[in-house]
């Protein structure tokens, strides 16, 4: 689709599988990516988004709802999942804006997705936003594990289930601390979802380690108008 953000750009909605340890399809991340601007070409979508105004991010976080929303059958029947990533001005919007609030209210399976750089998320005192946001919508946080984390960010916020930072796996996977670390993150979440899995031997590493779901290069993102390429075998993988 293109979005007229004081110039073209056309953004494409992608998803990622989040698999269930035991090998079942349990969510996607919606991924936007961008081209076009003044410079032409792909961009970096984290810096793009950053730079975009308020009505300009209202305008691509409706575009974004709107998406899902257009799969929302195929959510409710698979009983999937939909994680999205928002900032803090986004999260503004959702607890302000009643056309943004009326798209996630009735998609049930829509989860907010929050980074750990999060302003304040990782202070003893928190983020009076975010708290807001969590008395009325279920969160995940993303990157667990960045130079950004510590415990606090998990003592401060309900957040539904933790998404560990795909380089903190790689460098703790196999360390002898690893196991008690994701016995810390279990005690303040339902769920834990490891990033960054690419390889088999990954996979079977975190088989039995408490784990529940998976997410990485080695499940290849489709794009959200064919998310059903992901359903063979009624969702399962073969772990």
Known sequence: MMLR??????CKFRCEPIYSIGGSLHAVEVLTSFEGGYAGGKMEP??????LDTKSKRELL???????????????NNKL???LNIDQSMAIMIL???DVQEIIEKNDFIRLE??????????????IILDALAEKYELWLDDYGTDFSNINTLKNTKFESVKIDKKFFWENGNSVMWASILDNISQHCASIIVEGVETGTQLRSLKYSGV??????????VPL??????MPKKGYYNL
């Open 5 to 10: 953000l004081n110039f073209q750009v056309s």
């Open 46 to 51: 984290q810096k793009f988004i950053s730079s």
């Open 62 to 76: 409706l575009a974004q709802l709107t998406e899902i929303n257009a799969q929302s059958l195929f959510f409710k």
């Open 81 to 83: 999942l939909c994680s």
């Open 96 to 98: 302000e804006d009643h």
């Open 114 to 127: 929050i980074s750990e750089r999060f302003p304040k998320i990782d202070k003893t005192e928190g983020n």
């Open 212 to 221: 529940s779901c998976v997410q990485g290069f080695l499940f290849p993102s």
């Open 225 to 230: 108008d064919d998310i059903e390429i992901l």
